[in-house]
């Protein structure tokens, strides 16, 4: 398909509004990674946090935004993209509009912060239905790809919130992160449409009738590791640099932003390469590549410009794998894709969830990070052995050429 081709095919402003709702909803959903030790330390909040609670408050925004996600996800079916999107995105503005005049003066507080923050993690159930039911089969894997780029603005909040922590104090960072989620919000209300396409709202027992099937099991699984993985190295790998080998915070926050940006432009790339190769074979290469890069820095390697370029490999290999599920997920469940986007994200926060605070506990208590690695390295080789166990079933029924113009 020539590139003309696509952009006739669907709705370009709703696509645009989807990316950057996504986009700078990440931003902030995980904030706290990159701001973890500037919190610990700040005199102002006078908190005292050991490697476990400094992990687990990073982690809570990945979990809370996951479990949402199942709830936004049934939302966007009863009250469309559009609506579902507003509501989140008022909420979170509303949360760090409070932590930025209250402030935030225990441990405690910073977990019912990232709930709240999880609001913004759940805008993957609205983008990525917003963006999908405008375009056909064979440019899911590209629409999708470019609607979840959004997760770029993981590397956003690594680049510039230690810095504006320095600058202004972490307090008023929570102030500063909403002018571009106000400015954002705007934009969305005049340029997202929700597609004629929607399909018609379901009830409790419809959603739960996609969990019967074995092949939601599998996306799940697949997602939790591919997602799962990058926003858990998005969430930790600012601390992680900072205790690992001393950087200072706005150093660390470079170092991790690097490493959030190769995933997430491979993300579109997934995509694409996905509509054309097929999801199954994109895939699979990077579950291969994720296991390989994550054994290998579970070793701890020496040099922090060593582990830098190892972790750019893991975290592209991990946003090939991002577009490529999302390439496959609408062809299975078009007519779901709704619940399916919130059931699949839902694991894929899991996923961020285990990694983040494996990685916490494994530091506390053996010292260093290697057991929290390999057995996120172990998830990924099990997922591969996975996929290659009903890649043949899935391309002579559902993914067969007579049923869908896309490769599977």
């Known amino acids: 398909m020539q590139k003309t081709s696509f952009l006739k095919a669907g709705h370009v402003p709703s696509l645009i ?17 990159p701001l973890a030790v500037q919190i610990a330390a700040d005199p102002t909040f006078g908190l005292n946090l050991t490697p476990a609670q400094m992990y687990m408050m990073t982690a809570t925004p990945v979990l809370a935004g996951a479990l949402l996600r199942l ?22 503005i509303v949360a760090l509009l409070f932590a930025w005049q209250f402030g935030v003066h225990s441990y ?37 790809g470019i609607a979840g780029a959004g997760n770029s603005g993981t590397a956003i909040a690594s680049l510039f919130f230690p810095g504006l922590a320095i600058a202004y104090g972490v307090q008023n960072v929570f102030g500063i992160a909403t002018i571009p989620l106000i400015i954002t919000l705007v934009l969305y209300l005049g340029m997202a449409k929700d597609s004629p396409e929607c399909p018609p709202a379901k009830t409790l027992g419809d959603y739960l009738k996609v969990l019967k099937d074995k092949d939601a099991w599998w996306f799940m699984l697949f997602y939790s590791v591919t997602f799962g993985g990058f926003v858990g190295l998005a969430g930790s790998l600012p601390i992680y640099f900072k205790t690992q080998y001393g950087l200072d915070p706005k150093m660390a926050g470079y170092f991790a932003a690097a490493c959030v940006f190769a995933g997430s432009l491979m993300r579109p790339l997934g995509g694409f390469l996905a509509d054309r190769i097929g999801g ?6 990077m579950y291969v590549l994720a296991a390989a890069m994550l054994t290998v820095v579970s070793f701890g390697l020496q040099n922090h410009w060593t582990a830098l370029g190892v972790f750019m490999l893991a975290t592209s290999a991990l946003g090939l794998g991002n577009g490529s599920v999302f390439q496959l997920v609408p062809q299975r469940f078009r007519k779901e894709i709704g619940v399916m986007t919130g059931l699949v994200g839902m694991t894929g926060g899991i996923g961020g969830f285990y990694l983040i605070s494996s990685l916490g506990y494994s530091k506390q208590l053996t010292g260093n990070y290697q057991v929290g690695f390999l057995i996120f390295a172990g998830l990924a080789v099990f997922a591969l052995i996975g996929l290659t166990s009903v890649k043949k079933r899935w391309r002579t029924t559902w993914g067969s050429a007579a049923m869908t113009t896309a490769k599977i």
Request: hydrophobic share 55%.
């Open 108 to 144: 405690e507080q910073t977990l019912i912060l990232g709930v709240f923050l999880g609001v913004a993690g759940a805008s993957f159930a609205v983008a990525l239905p917003l963006a999908s039911r405008w375009y056909p089969p064979e440019h899911q894997g590209t629409a999708l």
């Open 280 to 285: 199954i074979k994109t895939l699979s290469l």
């Open 71 to 92: 709830i936004w996800g049934m939302m966007v079916d009863h009250l469309k993209p559009k609506l579902a999107g507003t509501i989140g995105q008022v909420i979170v």
């Open 17 to 33: 509004a989807a990316f950057l709702y996504f986009d700078m909803s990440f931003m902030v959903w995980v904030m706290l990674g």
